[in-house]
């Protein structure tokens, strides 16, 4: 089985570009690699693409490989992916041309290209061909993320997409069966950060926002249209009720409102706490959450406005950012995480009191900034917690950063003694594949498995008994099948190779 991972990863190469995801480049770069098909006839080369989520990052490309590179393979995607993406890819594109950018797909396409798009169910096995199998599990992360179970013949991986190890205020916790398997391709984002309590981290946040507009300032909340923006709502919509202050909130886009229907639509897909308490109030019905009018830019007096994109990399948070970073009595609140070259990214770095936007443009940054550090990625805790859990016998990261990789790398080998890669862009790396079966097994060789059999041997050093139990019982018994048809062991004999308690 070969894995292509990623359709374009963040922060891998330097300089103003980062932030783009250059469809044209990256299946360029594929085919001078000749890493899916140098002909180009990529339908013979693939089974089939697998989708983990909408993120640009993660779907910018598909568009421009069917439309334009011409793959008519199957596409695969869980259902609200396919209802959130063509939003997130036409935001996109408008983006591109608004920038003067070449136009690497259209608004056609984008819709053709969704025509192709089979929807799947959490934990719906789906054939794909005669030896390909996969199934998807929740990731959290946003809304419709999911994690991927590929198998071929008893060989299998799990690529994570993005997730989340632990669930926020609209998102589940990513869960997944704990199967068997050889690889794990995991996202490595925060590789080195261990985070804490997330209340004391959103009390930081909704301090800083109520201060602001106590003082009569203006709050912009660069963000993504769909994920944060939700999380973000919810946490200020409960706190204004609670407080009961009157001070506007504004979505900026069309998109961000278009997302919100989504989610309610949706609701299956979001937390158990959302789930449960929909039936008397749904969490995604703001009140007190307004859309923004551009008149409204310069108009007296507080509000806190939601603007697209998180960054503050161009649009409309961008135009923002140029009439409210001027005010001190204003504030702008950053994401986790910003890629090099953005305005997010540089007022992040220190406190400036300037930021040049281009070379005729420079903008005075008086007001204060926030950082935001909750994230829908999994720490490094979680991700060492998910490696544990699935046990597989490799593991790959990937979208991260190389000097934090190899730290988690290093960690991976030492602390769980599993065999872990951190590859470039483009570099390969091959695994042996091991078949794992099912089997039937006689009643004889089930009750001696099930059968303990404890031994207590002496701490050499203290003499005496601890609380940790091991239990490495062997039960032995011959594999047979007959004719090609199912395996069965049958047998009896059981070998207790040891029982510690250390
Ligand atoms: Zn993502």
């Not at 990214?345 to 950082?371: A, E, N």
């Not at 550090?373 to 991260?400: N, Q």
């Amino acid at each position: 089985m070969t894995v292509v991972a990623g359709l374009k990863s963040y922060g891998s190469e330097a300089g103003e570009k980062t932030e783009e995801r250059d469809a044209k480049r990256f299946w360029r770069t594929l085919r001078a690699e000749s890493l899916i098909s140098q002909s180009g006839d990529f339908n013979a080369a693939l089974s089939c693409i697998i989708i983990t989520h909408f993120h640009l990052d993660h779907i910018g490309a598909l568009p421009y490989f069917t439309e334009v590179c011409g793959y008519t393979g199957p596409i695969y995607m869980t259902y609200p992916t396919k209802a959130l993406a063509p939003l997130m890819l036409e935001d996109y594109r408008k983006v591109m041309v608004g920038r003067g950018e070449e136009q690497q797909f259209t608004h056609e396409n984008i819709v053709d290209c969704m025509k192709k798009v089979t929807a799947v169910d959490l934990k719906q096995n789906v054939q794909v061909d005669k030896d390909l199998q996969i199934r998807a599990y929740y990731a959290g992360h946003v809304l419709g993320a999911a994690m991927f179970y590929a198998c071929v013949e008893g060989s299998g991986i799990v690529y994570t997409g993005d997730y989340n190890m632990t669930p926020d205020r609209h998102l589940g916790a990513a869960q997944i069966d704990r199967l068997q398997f050889d690889l794990l391709i995991t996202e490595s984002t925060y590789a080195t950060t261990i985070r804490d309590s997330k209340y004391a981290r959103e009390r930081e946040f909704l301090k800083a926002v109520h201060k602001c507009v106590a003082n009569g300032g203006k709050v912009l909340i660069p963000t993504f249209a769909l994920g944060r923006a939700q999380e973000l709502c919810i946490l200020l919509d409960d706190y204004w009720e609670r407080m009961n202050l009157k001070v506007p909130i504004y979505f900026s886009a069309g998109l961000t409102i278009q997302a919100n229907l989504y989610y309610k639509v949706l609701i299956n897909w979001t937390s158990q706490k959302v789930k449960d308490t929909y039936a008397t109030r749904n969490a995604f019905d703001f009140k007190n959450v307004h859309s923004f009018d551009r008149s409204l830019l310069d108009a007296p007096g507080p509000c806190v406005l939601f603007a697209t994109p998180g960054m503050i990399s161009g649009g409309f948070s961008l135009e923002v950012f140029k009439h409210w970073a001027p005010c001190e009595s204003n504030l702008i609140t950053l994401p986790g995480y910003c890629v090099a070259g953005t305005v997010g990214h540089k007022l992040m770095s220190g406190k400036p009191t300037k930021v040049d936007l281009d070379k005729d443009t420079q903008i005075d940054v008086r007001c204060q900034i926030h950082q935001l550090s909750f994230s829908p990625h999994t720490d490094a805790k979680g991700i060492m917690d998910l490696v544990k859990f699935l046990s597989p016998k490799h593991v790959v990261l990937v979208h991260g950063e190389k000097p934090k990789m190899d730290l988690l790398k290093a960690k991976i080998k030492s602390e769980l003694g599993i065999d872990c890669f951190d590859p470039a862009n483009t570099e390969t790396v091959s695994f042996p594949s091991t078949r794992f079966e099912k089997s039937d097994a006689s009643n004889a060789f089930i009750r001696s498995s099930l059968t303990p059999n404890f031994k207590f041997p002496k701490d050499e050093i203290t003499d005496m008994p601890s609380l940790h139990v091991h239990d490495e019982r062997v039960s032995e018994g011959i594999l047979t099948r007959v004719d090609g048809k199912k395996l069965k062991v049958i047998g009896f004999k059981l070998v207790v190779d040891s029982i510690w308690f250390s």
